[in-house]
């Protein structure tokens, strides 16, 4: 082991020649300008800017009007909601959303209708399962396009009906009330003249009211048809009062002169007078809503079933410490194979009983160690120092730091293996960080990228180790074992290759 620290220590002290080989070099030159040129290109046509369509299962109660909206609406409202459906099952979906088959589960009203009456707003609830803040934040401003653009559709509806009318029910339902009073009065009177002349005033109120009210009775069918209401009679109630009251107008018409008692009329324009003022209550509650609860019935509430909501700092602190593991083993493993050869060691490897297969695994396993205890110390600065949230166990994140330490190392070793110089090595290296600076998911989602250009994103260590990082540290769990096997094995196939390099190296004559 002493050895191997004394190598380390001998290979790190060779850059003072650096900047005179960069210069002499060309090849070293163009891999500067054209490397990052590159990536940059590819990312430039990589990127995507467009909005993430999200995988929405919603939950109605089944066969409910409401649902039946659902499914009008959601297939209408652009590429961004992937409609998946409507169950009535929220226990279910919940699994769903947390099983990854769909990205968003959007919880309809219940009784809407009855809400709206006391004055306030219908919630549709979002339940999402990000623990991107970026993401959560697009969930967000997603669930207020999709429920302003219901609400615009019901406003739609429920206008169409001649709200413009509504506003002057009051004034001809008081002048029809005081008509069916001054008649009452004329007939308690025995005044058949004045009954006669106040009938008809009433009959001319009462026309007035008809069209007022029918404009606000089509504004309270629309909203019962479109919200669902389980008190559907209202609006039949209604109707049914204005026609007994016209009704009962008509009736009295013919009104004999010679009679001494008109205790029947008198009782019916008593129910006449009963059926105004019981159409005046029914009108005037949806009146006092607020206008801002009839325009915008609907608003949405995000809610995440992730365990944790994390600080922007907590979310990018996983990615930080793969970010710098990677760039560590790669760089180490990089530079090792080059100093070898420039030292001259490799030709005393040739000739000593040590073989290729030995020397590869004594650096792999004095780099893990001394790359595993920066990797302890990065974590105990962020965990005890910054205060990152550690939801999951340890044993997975330790096998996750194994896995992209060793991957990292296996790229270093092919690089220095096949690279000419250390600064070759290094600049190599520095490639591969910027590469998987932008290409990770470290700042921008893999979603965003072209799916040809998302190739490079998987073939990164970094990629694998920043979800599987996030999972366990902010989630809790290893959400995709899979990741942990395709990252161990892309260090597995870079390990035999950097064997097959390294013996042919060690079989030169």
Do not use: C
Request: a neutral charge; hydrophobic letters at 50%; aromatic letters at 10%.
């Amino acid at each position: 082991m002493a050895r191997f620290f004394r190598f380390f220590i001998r290979a790190s002290a060779f850059l003072r020649k650096e900047i005179f080989e960069v210069l002499r070099q060309p090849r070293l030159v163009l891999s500067l300008v054209l490397g990052p040129f590159l990536i940059l290109f590819l990312f430039g046509i990589g990127y995507r800017n467009q909005a993430r369509p999200l995988r929405t299962l919603f939950v109605a109660e089944k066969g409910s009007p409401i649902a039946r909206q659902i499914q009008d609406y959601a297939t209408t409202l652009g590429p961004q909601l992937i409609f998946m459906g409507v169950t009535d099952n929220q226990d279910a979906a919940i699994q769903r959303l947390r099983r990854g088959e769909v990205d968003l589960v959007a919880v309809a009203p219940t009784n809407a209708y009855e809400t709206i009456r006391n004055n306030q707003q219908a919630v549709f609830t979002l339940y999402h399962n990000e623990i991107d803040p970026f993401q959560a934040e697009y969930v967000k401003y997603f669930g207020q396009i999709y429920v302003n653009e219901v609400n615009r559709r019901v406003l739609r509806t429920i206008t169409q009906e001649g709200q413009s009318q509504a506003s002057t029910v009051q004034d001809d339902l008081e002048a029809a009330r005081a008509s069916a009073a001054d008649l009452r009065q004329a007939l308690e009177r025995g005044d058949a003249a004045a009954a006669h002349q106040h009938q008809r005033a009433l009959s001319r109120d009462l026309s007035a009211v008809e069209l007022a009210v029918g404009a606000s009775l089509g504004l309270l069918t629309n909203v019962q048809q479109t919200l669902g209401s389980d008190n559907g009679n209202e609006a039949s109630q209604v109707r049914a009062s204005l026609t007994d009251v016209r009704q009962n107008t008509n009736s009295l018409n013919e009104i004999d002169t010679n009679r001494v008692n008109y205790r029947p009329e008198i009782e019916r324009v008593a129910k006449i007078e009963g059926d105004l003022a019981t159409l005046e209550s029914k009108l005037q509650e949806f009146q006092r809503i607020d206008p801002t609860v009839l325009v915008s019935p609907f608003r949405s509430e995000p809610k995440s079933v992730a365990p944790v909501a994390p600080r922007i700092s907590d979310y990018f602190a996983p990615a930080v410490i793969v970010l710098l593991l990677q760039h560590l083993g790669v760089t180490l493993a990089a530079l090792s194979f080059v100093r070898e050869r420039q030292l001259g060691t490799i030709e005393l490897f040739r000739v000593s009983p040590i073989s290729s297969v030995e020397t590869l695994l004594g650096k792999y396993a004095s780099y893990l160690l001394f790359a595993g205890l920066l990797a302890a110390i990065l974590t105990a600065l962020l965990i005890f120092g910054l205060r990152v949230p550690m939801l999951g166990l340890w044993t997975g994140y330790t096998l996750v730091i194994i896995a992209l330490l060793f991957t990292s190392l296996s790229f270093g070793f092919v690089i220095s293996l096949m690279a000419q110089t250390d600064n070759q090595a290094v600049q190599y290296s520095m490639i591969m960080l910027l590469t998987a600076v932008f290409f990770s998911g470290f700042f921008l989602s893999l979603d965003t990228l072209w799916a040809p250009v998302r190739v490079i994103s998987w073939a990164l260590p970094a990629t694998y180790g920043i979800l599987l990082l996030q999972n366990i540290m902010l989630r809790g769990y290893l959400a995709n074992p899979n990741l942990l096997f395709s990252l161990t094995a892309i260090g597995v196939v870079l390990f035999f290759m950097a064997l097959l390099l390294l013996q042919r190296q060690m079989a030169r004559s």
